[in-house]
């Protein structure tokens, strides 16, 4: 079951449909990382809403994802954890640590485009303003 | 038994099915939907491991009622290479494949009731429950 890349402006949105076996969680993340390089991306969203269980190897795919696409100059938000994925994400032992999550796509996107503010902040002069009107 | 459900394991395809017959035959015996998730995240890891260290093998899924709990009971076999030092294996973040570690403890936590019983060269037998109350 292949994952439905979108490409939203500057952003790349994988909606997760179903319950995805290890081989499709690794095809994602070859996918997402080609088409940060592609498409130029600045963020990526992963959809897990549709996500049956978070297990190890999806937990792990997940940070390589985001750690991947950081080094290719993307930020990854992961959006849509249920609260009994969550759960058992708990007892499992599994974190998602140094990787963004947030509520659902809407405030996975806010978050990126605070991201994207931020980098130009970064960018501009000592002392200096950026100028946004 | 007649409502004993056995699943081969030998493909990734496998993991996802017999986590999903296990969130089934948990529904089906009362279990909440957050328990249904849980005992899907611990057949995950279980077959999982079946498939990664031994290459293939079996869950069987059953239920058992005792007094007033019923249960849902995981048994996952392989005849693969067996695991030498069971105690380890058992520790978070103790990985033999550079993987997380926490498949078995993981389980472990997730279950009520976990048994692993494993010989080198012979195979390794995973028996795990999950109870609730009934009433
Ligand atoms: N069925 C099995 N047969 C043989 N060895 C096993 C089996 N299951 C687990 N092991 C051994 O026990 C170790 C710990 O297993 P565990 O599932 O906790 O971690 P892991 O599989 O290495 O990583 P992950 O966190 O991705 O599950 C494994 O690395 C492996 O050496
Ligand atoms: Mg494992």
């Not at chain 1, 994988?14 to 600045?42: C, H, K, N, P, Y």
């Not at chain 2, 089906?28 to 491991?49: K, L, M």
């Amino acid at each position: 079951m292949e994952v439905p890349i979108l490409k939203q402006g500057h952003y790349l949105i994988a909606s997760i449909q179903s319950a995805l076996t290890d081989a499709d969680l690794s095809q994602l993340r070859e996918a997402l990382i080609e088409r940060v390089g592609r498409f130029r991306a600045r963020g990526v969203i992963v959809d897990v809403t549709a996500l049956d269980v978070m297990d190890s190897f999806a937990v792990r795919t997940l940070r390589d994802i985001a750690h991947m696409a950081r080094l290719r100059g993307a930020d990854t938000v992961i959006v849509g954890i249920q609260p009994e994925v969550a759960f058992a994400m708990v007892q499992l032992g599994l974190t998602l640590k140094g990787v963004a999550t947030a509520l659902d796509l809407e405030e996975g996107l806010a978050f990126l485009n605070q991201q994207g503010e931020g980098r130009l902040e970064d960018r501009r002069p000592p002392g200096g303003r950026i100028d946004r009107g | 038994m007649a409502d004993e459900l056995r699943l081969p394991i030998a493909a990734d395809v496998d993991v996802v099915q017999a986590r999903q017959q296990g969130r089934e035959v948990a529904a089906n015996a009362g279990f909440t939907s957050g328990d249904q998730t849980v005992i899907a995240a611990a057949i995950s890891e279980i077959a999982r491991n079946i498939l990664m260290y031994a290459k293939r093998g079996e869950i069987v899924l059953s239920v058992v009622a005792n007094g007033d709990r019923q249960g849902v009971v995981v048994i996952a076999r392989d005849q693969g290479p067996g695991i030498r030092d069971i105690a380890r294996a058992l520790q978070d973040g103790y990985s033999t494949s550079g993987g997380l570690g926490l498949g078995l403890p993981g389980a472990k936590r997730l279950m009520d009731e976990f048994e692993l019983t494993s010989a080198v060269g012979q195979g390794t037998t995973v028996t795990m429950k999950k109870w609730r109350r009934l009433g």
